[in-house]
């Protein structure tokens, strides 16, 4: 099984459509979780941290079973400037070396 | 936001020779990482460099492949020796300190020809 999978998509919605991504993880020991936005031809950059009791920021949720080792995040009202890959990571510590899932594209369409 | 800087930004270079690339951070910081993002991939993680100590290489990664140096604080390289067209792909260096930290690098475009 890998350390992190995601569904890789594409996912092609149209604008203000809802769109949820989904993403499990092999390591019971995780501790933290983050989903990362990475643009065509860019670096990734940190989108949100995950927390166990689910978090939201603007339109973006993400919520957290660690039972299931099971991460989502939900875009709500999606904008064309949403498409871009959504990447799953975790790590087992703060400060310790980041794994990355595959990544989830997500194209928004007018 | 944190400052991380990357040297070169891309280059072309011909199978069998080597190429350093360059991490500059603005800020000390005890762990710096590295990754590689081949096309249409995510992230893998070649190794992370602790100052003042060799190098940890995960799994498939090697030391005399990627030599490493973290002479400081603020600042890394990474080598990727006897090049192929194989190694071509973005290297990112990852400053990590603490959960808020978390950012990288521009990357820097390899392609081996």
């Known amino acids: 099984r890998k350390e992190v999978e995601q569904d890789p998509g594409p996912f092609n919605v149209p604008e203000g459509a809802t769109v949820a991504f989904n993403c499990t993880y092999s390591n019971s020991a995780s501790q933290s979780f983050f989903w990362y936005r990475q643009d065509c031809r860019k670096e990734p950059k940190l989108l949100m941290s995950v927390y166990s009791s689910g978090n939201e920021d603007g339109r973006f949720t993400a919520q957290l079973n660690r039972a299931s080792q099971y991460i989502s995040l939900l875009i709500r009202d999606s904008k064309l400037s949403d498409s871009a890959t959504y990447l799953c990571?975790?790590?087992?510590?703060?400060?310790?070396?980041?794994?990355f899932g595959k990544g989830t594209t997500l194209s928004v369409s007018s | 936001s944190a400052v991380i800087s990357q040297k070169p930004s891309r280059d072309i270079c011909q199978r069998g020779t080597s190429l350093t690339i360059q991490c500059q951070v603005d800020s000390q910081v005890t762990m710096m990482f590295w990754y590689r993002q081949q096309p249409g991939q995510s992230l893998t993680l070649i190794a992370t460099a602790n100052q003042g100590s060799e190098a940890t290489y995960e799994s498939g990664f090697v030391i005399d492949k990627f030599p490493i140096s973290r002479p400081n604080l603020t600042f890394s390289t990474l080598t990727v020796s006897n090049m192929s067209p194989e190694d071509s792909s973005i290297y990112l260096c990852r400053r990590g300190q603490g959960r808020e930290t978390q950012y990288f690098g521009p990357g820097t475009r390899l392609l081996v020809l």
């Open positions: 990571v975790v790590n087992k510590q703060a400060g310790t070396a980041l794994i």
